[in-house]
């Protein structure tokens, strides 16, 4: 018996762009969502993403963005994403998210929120959740 956790079916295979200052957070992250069968895309920055973003957008489902980067934070790479697809599915990975910080992220169209430190089972639920188009969060 193993002990990782199981999702279910999916009928397509999803995009996520995983957006994080620290490598061994993204890597790892895409491991997870990659043996789990999401097509994973990686930005070391805001400004990275949001480029990664202009070129990819139709085929992104989700992103999976933290909020405390060098070049361009979190907050404005997600202002700069949704100005393109103001539909965009947000899940925002931080550690230093406070309820205040929640509030405006929720008026502002995020899906949800995963502190890290994560583990695997929370991670899959919560991309599995947004990628479903359950509602947005309300506080």
Same mark, same amino acid.
């Given at each position: 018996?193993?002990? +990782?956790?199981?999702?279910?079916?999916?009928?397509?295979?999803?995009?996520?762009?995983? =957006?994080? $200052?620290?490598?061994?957070?993204?890597?790892? =992250?895409?491991?997870?969502?990659?043996?789990? #069968?999401?097509?994973? /895309?990686?930005?070391?920055? #805001?400004?990275?993403?949001?480029?990664?973003?202009?070129?990819?957008?139709?085929?992104?489902?989700?992103?999976?963005?933290?909020? +405390? *980067?060098?070049?361009?934070?979190?907050?404005?790479? /997600?202002? @700069?994403?949704?100005?393109?697809?103001?539909?965009?599915? =947000? /899940?925002?990975?931080? #550690?230093?998210?406070?309820?205040?910080?929640?509030?405006?992220?929720? $008026?502002?169209?995020?899906? #949800?929120?995963?502190?890290?430190?994560?583990? @695997?089972? *929370?991670?899959?639920?919560?991309? @599995?959740?947004? /990628?479903?188009?359950?509602?947005?969060?309300?506080?």
């Amino acid at each position: 018996m193993t002990d +990782e956790p199981r999702t279910a079916a999916r009928p397509e295979i999803h995009t996520i762009l995983v =957006v994080d $200052d620290d490598p061994t957070i993204r890597s790892c =992250v895409q491991r997870m969502l990659e043996r789990f #069968g999401y097509r994973v /895309l990686v930005a070391r920055d #805001g400004r990275e993403a949001v480029s990664i973003f202009e070129d990819r957008h139709q085929e992104i489902g989700l992103v999976l963005l933290d909020l +405390e *980067m060098p070049i361009l934070d979190g907050h404005a790479a /997600l202002e @700069a994403m949704r100005a393109l697809d103001p539909d965009l599915r =947000v /899940l925002i990975c931080s #550690g230093t998210c406070t309820d205040h910080h929640r509030t405006a992220l929720v $008026d502002a169209g995020v899906h #949800g929120f995963i502190d890290k430190p994560f583990d @695997a089972a *929370m991670l899959l639920r919560e991309v @599995a959740r947004v /990628l479903a188009l359950a509602p947005p969060l309300s506080m």
